[in-house]
């Protein structure tokens, strides 16, 4: 078997310190731009930080203990309802009392408020429509949101329930 002049004649190529440089500059060059393009993906989506003020929150929190006792006192039936076409999504809201009956004079609030990202929280403004009935819109949405209802009167916020809802697009 013979092997042809031009494959005799190259030699295997020869691993120089000037080869090792470069490889090793080039490659953590390469890791060093891969991570400058996941830390600016990391910090450009960062929807914000769950709490501003971890102490003031602390300090809020025999507070919200204490309301949320007062709430379980009242045993109150709330029950939210959220459904979506292209354009907007509806929220009802009834609220009766431990006996059953509808609770006049309260105002509502919702907020459908996305669990990863702050920036996509949405408000509605709920009317009342009948003593414990309440309606509201706001923008369209889809995928799974928390819906934040909140119950109060004259300005003293007597009911708040967090429900995990999926609305599905449409």
């Given at each position: 078997m013979?092997?042809s002049?031009?494959?005799?004649?190259?030699?295997p190529?020869?691993?120089?310190?000037?080869?090792?440089?470069?490889?090793?500059i080039?490659?953590?060059?390469?890791?060093?731009?891969?991570?400058?393009?996941?830390?600016?993906?990391?910090?450009?989506?960062?929807?914000?930080?769950?709490?501003?003020?971890?102490?003031?929150?602390?300090?809020?929190?025999?507070?919200?203990?204490?309301?949320?006792?007062a709430?379980?006192a009242?045993?109150?039936?709330?029950?939210?309802?959220?459904?979506?076409?292209s354009?907007t999504?509806?929220?009802?809201?009834?609220?009766?009392?431990?006996?059953?009956?509808?609770?006049?004079?309260?105002?509502?609030?919702?907020?459908?408020?996305?669990?990863?990202?702050?920036?996509?929280?949405?408000?509605?403004?709920?009317?009342?429509?009948?003593?414990?009935?309440?309606?509201?819109?706001?923008?369209?949405?889809?995928?799974?949101?928390?819906?934040?209802?909140?119950?109060?009167?004259?300005?003293?916020?007597?009911?708040?329930?967090?429900?995990?809802?999926f609305?599905?697009?449409?």
């Amino acid at each position: 078997m013979r092997t042809s002049p031009a494959r005799s004649a190259s030699r295997p190529r020869q691993i120089t310190g000037r080869t090792v440089l470069f490889s090793l500059i080039g490659f953590f060059a390469l890791v060093a731009g891969v991570n400058a393009v996941m830390i600016r993906a990391a910090v450009s989506t960062f929807g914000g930080v769950e709490t501003e003020n971890a102490y003031q929150a602390g300090l809020h929190f025999a507070q919200e203990l204490a309301a949320v006792e007062a709430q379980d006192a009242l045993h109150w039936q709330v029950r939210g309802n959220v459904s979506s076409n292209s354009a907007t999504t509806a929220i009802r809201v009834t609220a009766a009392g431990a006996d059953g009956r509808p609770l006049p004079g309260l105002q509502a609030t919702s907020r459908l408020v996305h669990p990863t990202d702050r920036r996509a929280d949405r408000t509605a403004v709920l009317k009342e429509e009948s003593p414990g009935n309440f309606a509201g819109q706001t923008e369209a949405v889809a995928g799974q949101w928390l819906l934040v209802i909140e119950l109060s009167r004259q300005g003293n916020r007597l009911f708040r329930s967090t429900n995990r809802v999926f609305v599905p697009a449409r």
